[in-house]
């Protein structure tokens, strides 16, 4: 018998962790939903998949809602019931009701032989002080600049290009609103400390004193390759804005002494003294010409330092998978840089081994990451 969205095989159940039984949170009942791609090899009907795709735009505006409403923030200190979440969040009473059913069939929150709902594992990911909380996530997904763009996926898909209606690319957009702004820096620095750790456990870094995280947001790579190597100082580019609030983080993660701030446009000028120039989640932004001239900055960068035989380029991204219509999460990443950026978006691993050899540069190795994403390490090319 196939199994639709909502009924999945028996076999596929999931149970909470002993870990999580032991904060007393709600033990999870019904299977774990699983992204859209997966459930294509699962068997699935394909009336139903596509079903189940197109439920997904609803179940997105709802965890939007409920984020921005504050609910995650309010269970997170105490258990309430729906009618006291609405009044806490000046709602409908009735339509609150909705959404919290909503919230417990989705697993965010549960409720113990009563009416007051607690949060599940589940739901306490998108509080503000979970580790790598996706709260911020959500809240820049579902704002409006975000939600315009990929409405107008096919305007851009015709165009060539995206057209945004403040006429202002993201990064413009961020510049002139400061709550999405720290949204958005929050939102990747919850992305980066587990590339992060990746990265730091990639090298035993013995030879390198410094490393220059170029567009690297508030420091969170940084921050975890310095902790796990304390003879290691850090570079950290990025906008003005950006920076000032990097400062006070890195200061309370007693960083401060260990990190230079650099105001700066990277196709402008590459801060030099580092042993590895990093690029994180950088390239999937630009074209396959600006990429080059950013390695071509880098390369010139290298050439007239100290250690031009020995200074490494990494970068980090998510790569698309060499084998065609293979499955990845990294297709869905490719399509939102394709709303927002007029860039070349995602890559292979061949395409990027293409554009570092045409900045100069000879592609040493290329290793996968376990959070998912590639490291490619690249030295000056051999005369």
Not at 164 to 179: G, I, K, Q, T, V
């Amino acid at each position: 018998m196939t199994a639709t969205p909502y009924e999945q095989p028996a076999q596929q159940d999931s149970t909470v962790p002993d870990a999580a039984l032991s904060t007393g949170l709600p033990q999870r009942t019904r299977p774990a939903t699983l992204p859209a791609w997966s459930l294509a090899r699962e068997r699935i009907a394909p009336y139903d998949l596509v079903q189940f795709m197109m439920d997904g735009v609803a179940d997105f505006c709802a965890l939007y809602a409920a984020v921005e409403l504050g609910i995650f923030e309010l269970l997170a200190h105490e258990e309430l019931t729906s009618d006291e979440l609405a009044d806490a969040c000046e709602a409908d009473p009735a339509t609150m009701r909705r959404l919290m059913r909503w919230l417990h069939g989705r697993d965010f929150v549960g409720t113990y032989g009563g009416q007051r709902y607690q949060l599940t594992e589940l739901g306490q990911v998108l509080t503000a002080g979970a580790d790598r909380s996706q709260r911020h996530a959500v809240l820049v997904t579902g704002s409006s600049y975000w939600m315009d763009a990929i409405r107008d996926l096919m305007g851009t898909i015709c165009r060539g290009h995206p057209a945004p209606p403040s006429r202002l690319s993201p990064y413009d957009y961020l510049a002139r609103h400061p709550d999405l702004s720290r949204d958005f820096d929050l939102f990747m620095n919850a992305r980066c400390a587990a590339l992060g750790r990746d990265l730091a456990a990639s090298s035993d870094f013995e030879h390198v004193r410094t490393i220059a995280d170029l567009g690297g947001g508030l420091g969170g790579v940084l921050r975890e390759i310095l902790t796990a190597h304390p003879q290691v100082r850090g570079i950290l580019t990025d906008r003005q804005d950006v920076l000032d609030r990097a400062r006070d983080r890195l200061a309370d993660q007693g960083l401060a002494d260990r990190v230079q701030l650099t105001p700066a446009d990277f196709f402008e000028g590459i801060p030099g003294g580092a042993d590895i120039y990093l690029l994180s989640s950088v390239g999937h932004n630009y074209s396959n010409t600006q990429v080059v001239e950013l390695l071509i900055a880098i390369r010139e960068t290298i050439e007239a330092g100290h250690n031009p035989t020995t200074a490494e380029v990494w970068i980090a991204e998510g790569m698309l998978p060499r084998l065609p219509g293979a499955a990845s999460r990294w297709h869905s990443t490719d399509i939102r840089m394709l709303a927002l950026f007029p860039g070349d978006g995602v890559r292979l691993s061949d395409d990027y081994c293409r554009l570092i050899r045409q900045a100069g540069l000879h592609v040493r190795k290329v290793s996968p990451l376990s959070c998912g994403q590639t490291l490619m390490t690249a030295r000056l090319a051999e005369q």
